[in-house]
């Protein structure tokens, strides 16, 4: 069945009520959706938890796109549609890398605007005869998608234009915001009519539907979901300009594998996470993960390749054998360079232009023997920087042939008419050299399948009279701003926008050795034959699988509003501690253990003043006169700081720096609980600490009796980070003797002598009440960072041990809902709070009674 129960998603969107139609009686699994948005909500849609199973329940791959990798035809009598794949399309190709027992659904929309009344037909026909789920949009709605915020927001700015005037990029139209999320929630209802939760892989590609990972996670909690996006992703500085950053962050965060095409735009998405959501990610056994709410959110690096199948297929036509005999005489006694690129501003022709015309006048022995073939695609978009580069592009061809040309021989040929494919493949085939001068690009292919067809057949050997036992060759001068550059490690690399170094690398191509283009075919052909479509889906498959493996495993819930939806995973034991049962517990009990943080769990991070409020200070009283309790209190921050703050605590046992100093009552001397030495190793550490502090702006160093702590919470996240990881090493390596131990937590940096830890604080507290001949029977531990883990696994592994009652109640509790050690947790501070306060008016009214009782 359809879901509808996404309209919430859209809170963050706008304030208006969005609305749809729906036209036409319903499929059993396609239902035809126009409008901005549907706001019906079915009842109880908003729990994750219904994972309702799919009428479709064997094992599948659903690959969702903009566009289906589909052709569609008026039939000449007007009455319908005829259909055919699209062996162009990226979604049809990498079918190569799915095993044959894998059914595979693709979802999409037409190229083609089809009439509501003949949209339940092509639906019906397009699901049985393709297993194609079309999605269709209505052509207002469809406009300010992909013509809006798609072409005129996404495109442009992940291409590295800002909208600085009107003319260069849209300004943020929060309309096209709409749009755009809109068409994200159609096609997220798309795909749950055909997907089986349990069991499908989701594959979504590219910018056209980065939110949509929220909608399907919002709906299954345990879809298995991956992300490609086939075009760059702007360093932070760019991307940071996006009104809606976070929420598309957010929404591909959702996903559990986000695929990218070069290490570039993986880390510049990884900075991204960092410096505007505060993520930080690792590397483990190659694997480079984000930690996002207990959910390892894994990136792939790996370029697309080409379908060697269909290129050899079209190479072997009769046509392409022909117009290669056409070219090789058109073009006879001239060396042909190459440049195939799409009609627009980010595809460098002009500046491919302006190189052709330096060479010719650099190298004037190049004239009349150099000729460079651009083939000009079609512009995928529209607006008036496609006009002017078109005007651009045409003067100076001209400009060019009229400076250069003579009777017989035009230095430039520009082709701006659509080319059949066989034809374009005639066109590598004859080029010595391939020019790709993009200023931006996420792939561009054109190199692969150059280095393809240049690799020949035996057909075409023929015609072009070349021995077979001869060695390939072939040339690429491809710009260093695309993604397939750092694949082609033969190809000479330039900066497009130096036009003298483009007109330079030019010549080099044309003047270099035989044997030396053959080694570098050899080079770039072994690499693009191997890594084909196939092999890139199959590899970004079996990662998603490998992601996904433990998602049976874990509990999820679903947290946050909007966009900004997110599940937690969670270890299934893990639950929200009910505060009536925990003081039931108390109130059966007689020796009791409690242990708790003080920075983040009774005191909020965020808070300026750290110092306890009246409050806090009156329920650790509270809590202190009840005799059976045993309260400790285990901070990170100095002896003197608690002492002075919580002087009117007599009975409070306080461990202060991690658990290195501890003292049982006001009036009593600091006892270490770990026997130092020396501290000889500060001045050792100190220095290099300064070092880094003084080279990273925003870090200071924390200096205590037992540790030195270097913060960077202030500074750059990235080159904060960086030099942390930097910093680690170095202390490592100049302290490897002494009897310390260097670790990094959250934002820090920290040196401290080995054996400090807070659970040796809830070790000596659970062993000194077995020593007085008392054995807990009530154990209370409450922390909310790292440092508190240990606490938690002390107290976790006494279960069932000679210091606690068998019949214990134990209740480790964490604040907030993330993976932890701890069984339990609080939302916040103030729920710690409220449940210590209740805790403490329980022993009030249990000293109370005793004194009653006494008293008569």
Same mark, same amino acid.
């Given at each position: 069945m359809v879901s509808k129960s996404y309209s919430n998603l859209l809170d963050l969107v706008s304030g208006e009520s969005l609305s749809a139609s729906h036209l036409g009686k319903r499929l059993p699994r396609v239902m035809t959706v126009t409008g901005i948005i549907s706001d019906?909500?079915?009842?109880?849609?908003?729990?994750? !938890?219904?994972?309702?199973?799919?009428?479709?329940?064997? +094992?599948? @791959?659903?690959?969702?796109?903009?566009?289906?990798?589909?052709?569609?035809?008026?039939?000449?009598?007007? %009455? *319908?549609?005829?259909?055919?794949?699209?062996?162009?399309?990226?979604?049809?190709?990498?079918?190569?890398?799915?095993?044959?027992? /894998?059914?595979?659904?693709?979802v999409g929309c037409l190229r083609e605007e089809i009439e509501p009344s003949e949209q339940d037909d092509v639906s019906q026909t397009l699901f049985e005869t393709f297993k194609c789920v079309p999605a269709f949009l209505p052509s207002d709605l469809f406009s300010k998608f992909y013509h809006g915020f798609c072409k005129q927001h996404l495109w442009p700015l992940f291409h590295y234009m800002l909208p600085l005037s009107p003319d260069l990029g849209g300004r943020f139209d929060r309309s096209l915001w709409q749009a755009y999320v809109s068409v994200n929630k159609i096609f997220a209802d798309k795909v749950m009519e055909v997907i089986s939760p349990e069991d499908d892989f989701v594959w979504v590609h590219d910018y056209h539907l980065m939110v949509l990972p929220t909608f399907l996670r919002k709906r299954f909690s345990r879809v298995k979901l991956g992300f490609f996006l086939h075009s760059p992703f702007p360093s932070s500085e760019i991307y940071r300009t996006l009104p809606v950053r976070d929420e598309l962050l957010r929404a591909l965060l959702n996903a559990d594998l986000i695929g990218f095409h070069t290490f570039d735009y993986a880390r510049h998405f990884l900075s991204c996470c960092s410096r505007m959501l505060g993520l930080d990610y690792q590397s483990k056994r190659g694997y480079v993960g984000i930690d996002y709410y207990g959910r390892t959110v894994s990136i792939k690096i790996l370029p697309v390749g080409i379908h060697m199948g269909q290129l050899k297929l079209v190479m072997n036509l009769p046509e392409t054998e022909a117009r290669v005999a056409e070219l090789r005489d058109q073009f006879k006694n001239r060396?042909?360079?190459?440049?195939?690129?799409?009609?627009?501003?980010?595809? *460098?022709?002009?500046?491919?232009?302006?190189? #052709?015309?330096?060479?010719? +006048?650099?190298? $004037?022995?190049?004239?009349?023997? =150099?000729?460079?073939?651009?083939? !000009?695609?079609?512009? %995928?978009? &529209?607006?008036?920087? =496609?006009? +002017?580069?078109?005007?651009? /592009?045409?003067? /100076?061809?001209?400009?060019?042939?009229? &400076?250069?040309? &003579?009777? *017989?021989y035009e230095p430039v040929i520009l082709i701006d008419s659509p080319l059949q494919f066989y034809e374009k493949i005639a066109y590598y085939v004859i080029a010595e050299c391939c020019l790709v001068t993009a200023v931006r690009d996420g792939m561009n292919?054109? $190199?692969?399948?150059?280095? @393809?067809?240049?690799?020949?057949?035996?057909?075409?050997?023929? @015609?072009?009279?070349?021995? $077979?036992? =001869?060695?390939?060759?072939?040339?690429?001068? @491809?710009?260093?701003?695309?993604?397939?550059?750092?694949?082609?490690?033969?190809?000479? &690399?330039?900066?497009?926008?130096?036009?003298?170094?483009?007109?330079?690398? #030019?010549d080099i191509a044309l003047e270099m050795r035989e044997s030396e283009k053959q080694l570098?075919?050899?080079?770039?052909? %072994?690499?693009?034959?191997?890594?084909?479509?196939?092999?890139?889906?199959?590899?970004?498959?079996?990662?998603?699988?490998?992601?996904?493996?433990?998602?049976?495993?874990r509990t999820c819930w679903g947290i946050g509003f909007g966009l900004g939806f997110r599940v937690i995973a969670l270890d299934p034991s893990?639950?929200?501690?009910?505060?009536?049962?925990? =003081?039931?517990?108390?109130?059966?009990?007689?020796?009791? !253990?409690?242990?708790?943080?003080?920075?983040g769990t009774i005191m909020p991070q965020a808070s300026i003043n750290k110092t306890p409020t009246s409050e806090a200070i009156n329920i650790l009283k509270s809590l202190c006169s009840d005799p059976g309790n045993s309260v400790y209190l285990v901070s990170g921050r100095g002896k003197e700081t608690l002492s002075n703050w919580f002087s009117s605590c007599n009975k409070l046992v306080i461990a202060a720096e991690h658990g290195y100093f501890l003292r049982e009552k006001h009036e009593d001397e600091w006892e270490t609980c770990v026997p130092v030495a020396d501290f000889d190793w500060k001045q050792i550490a100190e220095p290099v600490m300064k070092l880094y502090t003084e080279t990273t702006d925003g870090s200071t160093i924390e200096t205590k009796e037992s540790a030195l702590v270097w913060h960077y919470q202030y500074a750059d996240p990235d080159f904060g980070s960086c030099q942390a990881k930097e910093l680690l090493d170095h202390l490592e390596s100049v302290l490897a003797n002494e009897p310390v131990s260097v670790k990094s937590g959250q934002h820090i940096v920290e040196v401290k002598p080995q054996g400090v830890t807070k659970g040796l604080v809830a070790e000596r507290l659970l062993s000194t009440m077995q020593q007085k001949g008392i054995c807990a029977d009530f154990v209370l531990c409450i922390g909310d960072d790292r440092s508190d883990e240990d606490m938690f696994e002390v107290i976790n592994s006494a279960i069932c041990g000679p210091c606690l009652s068998p019949t214990a109640e134990v209740f480790a509790c964490t604040v907030g809902q993330k993976p932890s050690r701890a069984k339990y947790y609080l939302e916040d501070t103030a729920e710690i709070i409220r449940m210590l306060q209740a805790l403490a008016t329980a022993s009030v009214q249990t000293v109370r009674a005793a004194a009653l009782q006494n008293s008569n």
């Open positions: 019906l909500d079915e009842e109880n849609s908003n729990s994750i !938890a219904s994972d309702a199973p799919s009428s479709i329940s064997q +094992e599948k @791959v659903i690959i969702v796109g903009n566009q289906l990798p589909i052709r569609a035809h008026r039939r000449p009598d007007d %009455r *319908g549609w005829n259909f055919s794949w699209d062996e162009d399309s990226l979604l049809l190709q990498l079918k190569d890398g799915i095993g044959e027992e /894998t059914e595979v659904i693709y060396i042909v360079m190459l440049g195939v690129d799409d009609m627009d501003i980010f595809k *460098g022709i002009s500046l491919k232009l302006l190189a #052709m015309e330096n060479l010719l +006048e650099q190298h $004037p022995e190049w004239r009349g023997k =150099v000729v460079l073939v651009q083939i !000009a695609n079609p512009a %995928r978009g &529209r607006g008036r920087d =496609v006009q +002017e580069v078109q005007s651009e /592009t045409y003067s /100076t061809a001209e400009r060019i042939n009229k &400076r250069y040309g &003579r009777p *017989g292919l054109i $190199p692969y399948e150059y280095i @393809v067809c240049r690799h020949g057949n035996e057909k075409l050997n023929q @015609v072009l009279q070349l021995d $077979p036992s =001869v060695p390939k060759q072939s040339m690429l001068v @491809v710009s260093e701003f695309i993604g397939c550059s750092p694949s082609l490690s033969g190809a000479i &690399r330039v900066n497009p926008w130096n036009i003298d170094s483009v007109a330079e690398a #030019m570098r075919h050899e080079k770039h052909y %072994r690499y693009v034959s191997t890594h084909d479509v196939g092999y890139w889906a199959n590899s970004f498959l079996q990662d998603l699988e490998r992601t996904c493996k433990d998602h049976g495993r893990f639950r929200k501690l009910s505060v009536d049962h925990l =003081v039931s517990c108390y109130k059966k009990t007689k020796n009791r !253990a409690i242990l708790f943080d003080y920075d």
